[in-house]
């Protein structure tokens, strides 16, 4: 006989994790199920290589929201953040450029490139600012349906635009951040392309577009709506990413949340239009009258229910939702630290730079991009060198480092060959750029685990291995995550919810999702 629970939650990441949580602390007796043998999605710590732990998808904090952190209690469960040095950007000729938080010290930085974009600085920090802040307040909302279709949606619609009628003019701004191009907002204030790559580089991190890309601007300020200490709110996780997945965990076991690894769903079950339980692949089956789903959108309506159960229009806008990636992640264990010609501690303010950007220009970050819109991996990719352990000394043996390089672009579908031949053409390229600012740098490397968009896709299941599990673009956002009409976490299924990051407000290790499937599920229930 299949055992009840109130709720299930399938896929064990920090949004499924923290929507189970919540439902615990409220009382529901609920299970998450995860695929893999380690909960925790794109949040985990490994030991690919002996003795040394990879934050092995994932690889920075920012977003994780401050209520989940004090709803959940984490720092009680080993929650503990380091702090991420200034963003540090070598330049040709052996010159740099910082972003930081601290504006006086970003301004004379780019003081160096151009004095009209210091001056201009302080201005466009707070005009960006204004636009942070009231997607912030939007994060924790429930998207209403503005076709107000039904009674209860133009309530809801009523109820979102009265709260943020004090917006008024400043609606044109976000406008702007949706529709433009990172280079044509960013050029709106500065001129030299060094300081607007600084800002610009954010909006190819896990999207496939460039920074000429119409609609590119909002991934910028995605990025930076981080509420911690550190250059756009970056931070370092003590033991890894994956803490901070194991701190959720802990937090919802405590009130009763049971979960359980190497459970790979097969099909969510219905009867007469409701979600009724989920079946293994072993054919064990679980029965809820409440299911929640963490994983991607195209898994959970196109594989796990059967299309004919759902309506036609609804199965083609998660047909068409875009999910192509073109990110890729190298995590390196090695014998020392990149050594950058350009870094001067003393000039810098800071003993070594745990973040940094290999992106110089514009135009750099714009051919990177045109590779891969043409199918190839990029020739001179754009790399984001990150070194926890230089202030974690809990992940590396004494000596020994980890380096983790993300960047940009390595499309999941290659247009002449495939990544199970050409990957070490790959890592080749990134090793000779990081080397062409770090010389030395890749001779030490021990070991390293390289992870493309299909193996992405493999160890964790989003769609071509996207790390935000689907674009972020104006029809991919708010009310139209993952499709019209269905943005509020439910679905076309009655008891079936989405608490994944397919829905809003998209990715990146905030667990705002989750918190605010749990939120309506709970309000349902109430109704």
């Not at 949004?15 to 189970?20: E, M, V």
């Not at 029965?287 to 609804?314: G, H, Y």
């Not at 998209?506 to 989750?514: D, E, H, K, L, P």
Request: hydrophobic residues 40%; charged residues 20%; proline residues 6%.
């Amino acid at each position: 006989m299949a055992e009840r629970y109130d709720a299930i939650i399938i896929g064990g990441g920090h949004n499924g994790l923290t929507c189970g949580a919540y439902l615990a602390r409220a009382g529901l007796k609920t299970l998450v199920l995860e695929r893999r043998h380690v909960v925790g999605g794109a949040a985990v710590t490994e030991e690919v290589v002996p003795g040394f732990k990879f934050s092995v998808f994932s690889y920075l904090m920012s977003l994780l929201h401050p209520k989940v952190i004090a709803d959940l209690e984490l720092a009680k469960y080993g929650y503990e953040v380091l702090p991420a040095t200034d963003m540090f950007g070598p330049l040709p000729g052996k010159d740099y450029i910082i972003f930081a938080d601290d504006i006086a010290k970003t301004q004379a930085s780019f003081a160096r490139f151009s004095a009209k974009d210091a001056a201009i600085y302080p201005e466009f920090d707070r005009y960006l600012m204004d636009s942070v802040k009231i997607m912030r307040k939007i994060l924790l909302d429930t998207p209403p349906d503005p076709s107000c279709r039904d009674w209860r949606s133009f309530k809801e619609t009523a109820k979102f635009l009265w709260k943020y009628r004090r917006v008024g003019g400043k609606l044109f701004r976000l406008i702007d951040l949706m529709t433009m191009s990172a280079d044509d907002y960013l050029s709106e204030w500065f001129e030299s392309s060094e300081v607007k790559a600084v800002l610009a580089y954010y909006c190819g991190i896990g999207t496939f577009v460039g920074p000429k890309s119409p609609g590119s601007a909002y991934v910028v300020m995605h990025h930076v709506m981080g509420e911690h200490a550190g250059a756009g709110g970056w931070g370092f996780v003590r033991g890894g990413m994956g803490s901070i997945t194991q701190a959720i965990a802990r937090s919802g076991q405590e009130k009763g949340l049971t979960i359980k690894t190497n459970c790979d769903v097969a099909s969510i079950e219905t009867a007469n239009g409701r979600a009724t339980g989920v079946t293994l692949a072993d054919g064990t089956r679980y029965e809820a009258s409440i299911i929640a789903s963490n994983v991607s959108a195209k898994l959970t309506f196109l594989k796990f229910l059967d299309k004919s159960k759902l309506p036609a229009d609804f199965v083609r806008d998660i047909e068409a939702y875009r999910t192509f990636s073109s990110a890729f992640k190298i995590n390196i264990a090695c014998e020392a630290l990149p050594q950058y010609t350009a870094f001067d501690a003393q000039a810098c303010g800071f003993a070594y730079p745990t973040y940094t950007h290999l992106g110089p220009t514009i135009d750099y970050l714009e051919k990177a991009y045109d590779d891969a819109k043409y199918g190839d991996m990029s020739r001179e990719p754009f790399v984001t060198p990150v070194t926890p352990s230089f202030v974690d000394n809990t992940i590396s043996p004494p000596g020994k480092h980890v380096v983790h390089l993300f960047g940009g672009h390595a499309p999941h579908t290659l247009k002449e060959g495939d990544w199970t031949t050409r990957k070490d053409e790959l890592v080749r390229n990134v090793l000779r750029v990081v080397d062409e600012y770090a010389p030395g740098f890749s001779s030490g490397i021990i070991d390293m685990q390289v992870l493309t968009p299909p193996d992405i896709e493999a160890k964790i299941g989003s769609p071509h291995g996207h790390i935000f599990h689907g674009e972020l673009q104006i029809d991919q956002l708010f009310w139209a995550r993952p499709a019209p009409h269905w943005a509020d976490y439910r679905t076309p299924i009655k008891g079936l919810y989405q608490c994944g990051s397919s829905a809003h407000p998209g990715g990146g290790v905030g667990a705002v999702v989750g918190h605010n499937a749990a939120r309506e599920i709970l309000r349902d229930r109430r109704l």
